[in-house]
């Protein structure tokens, strides 16, 4: 089967961010954030091609756990190693080309980790089609947050259901992505934790850096086909990934960890494995 090409058509909002972004502008003030109290963005701004899909995807997750740094990986492919705390949301699109021909674009909406407890967050959720939970593997505060931030989206879902009249909430698709696997060797949250919250927001689970860019696309990739309802096949995500110079480090490996990531002495574990 031929593998599918993205194509990148990326945009940003001049906003920095939580995570180390790539070259990020200067802060604006959050009054003059694009407003996310509608289903999509105008569908006038949507291309022509009746093919054409567009999808609003929302990053959540506490402060500097890569959220920015994300977003502009797999929209521009820049990474910068600077910390800028994102005021309010930062709007970023790509474009990309799915198996069939299925042109899709993602709306990826960065919304600032200081955000979990501002009134604001409902309206950002308001009309998302995805929801891509993230946190830092060596943080186990950011992942055990993660659980608040998805309540947050249930009360958004519920609060839009009562307005409505709907009976039943709407939620938008959940995935669970884990950054800074570059520094895997200080990981505090095993695989099984991860596995385990993935069940229970009943959504797919990604691992990847936004540092070196491993796996990035490939969880996007992946987040897209699944909105836009393409069935992919291992060429079609394989062919999405970067070549990634590995650092072989001489230490005695963990059976908890992925092939390939190595366990660093005790003195430079960040915390312990949960």
Known sequence: MAAAAATADATAAPAPEDSAPGSASSAEPLASVPTADAELMDESDEDSDDDHKQ???????????????LARRFAQDEFGPEYKQTIGLDFLLKRLELPGKVSVTLQLWDIGGQSLTSKMISAYVAGAQAVVLCYDITSMESFEDLMRWYEVVEKAAAARAAKSGAAVPTLPKVFVLGNKTDISHMRCVK?????????????????CSAKTGDQVNQAFFRIAAELAGVKLSRPDIQVQGKTITAHVINHKGDADEEPGEAEAPAKRKACAVM
Do not use: C, E, P, W
């Not at 999808?55 to 756990?65: E, M, P, Q, R, S």
């Not at 991860?194 to 691992?207: A, C, T």
């Open 191 to 207: 695989m099984a934790r991860h596995q385990d919250l993935v069940g229970k927001v009943g959504g797919s689970g990604f691992l």
């Open 55 to 69: 999808f609003k995807v929302i990053l959540l997750g506490n402060g500097a756990v890569g959220k920015t740094s």
